[in-house]
């Protein structure tokens, strides 16, 4: 069965600096990768997915992702942390069916 | 990106009394629309899947009899929480995609999220 996990449940870095959010999967095929990002009392916003192709995915308001088979990951990266980029964030991945499996969420917060 | 609304955006009811939630898709056809359910500090749970024309897929635990999903457009779909009560208070999010719900490349672009209270 397909499942996805976020071990941090809450990551805080200085402004500015470089931030990472984790993410790892396990699929018994090729997985479909996704990031959103939700804002409170929002619904979730579409930030980049990896289909197939370039192992670095780019995506909305400067966040990009690396897929990494061997590793089973697919970490949310962003060079210099915005205030504003304080959300939550779900990984999400989709493998066989019509199903997608959401992350437990990372509470992101970046300090000015 | 595809614009998908809400409404309301927040309503509070007396138990034992139907609640209405409509999503509406509004710059795309959404062939597939998906009602999840979100607990405070939780994450999503996806309710049931429904395709343009089609009955809805209920997840596994959910009743059919109590969450009414209806897409009877390509624009619309509507949750209907029957006889609510204060254990179905919670955060409604929809989301919809153009394709059938079988592309699972498809990305969900979702509403904005209605909050149920039941009293």
């Known amino acids: 069965a397909q499942s996805v996990a976020q071990p941090e449940d809450q990551v805080n870095v200085a402004e500015g600096n470089p931030l990472t959010v984790k993410c790892t999967y396990s699929?018994?095929?090729?997985?479909?990768l996704f990031w959103y990002v939700q804002y409170p009392n929002r619904g979730l916003q579409f930030l980049l997915k990896y289909i197939t192709g370039d192992n670095l995915v780019k995506g909305s308001y400067g966040f990009e992702a690396e897929f990494n088979k061997s590793q089973t990951s697919f970490h949310l990266k962003k060079p210099s942390a915005l205030v504003s980029d304080s959300a939550l964030y779900f990984c999400a991945v989709r493998e066989k069916g019509d199903k997608i499996i959401f992350g437990k969420g990372t509470r992101l917060h970046i300090l000015p | 990106g595809a614009v998908v609304s809400q409404h309301p955006s927040r309503v509070i009811c007396k138990s034992g009394t139907s609640v209405k939630i409509e999503c509406r898709s509004l710059d795309f056809q959404a062939t597939t629309m998906f009602w999840y359910r979100q607990f405070p500090k939780q994450s999503l749970m996806l309710m049931a899947t429904s395709n343009e024309g089609s009955k809805a897929t209920y997840e596994q635990g959910v009743e059919k009899d109590k969450f009414l999903i209806n897409h009877a457009s390509l624009t619309l779909s509507t949750l209907t929480v029957t006889s609510a009560h204060p254990e179905d208070s919670s955060f409604y999010i929809c989301s919809g995609t153009s394709g059938r719900s079988t592309n699972r490349g498809d990305t969900q672009y979702f509403g904005p999220g209605t909050r149920l209270t039941v009293l």
């Open positions: 699929v018994s095929g090729n997985p479909y």
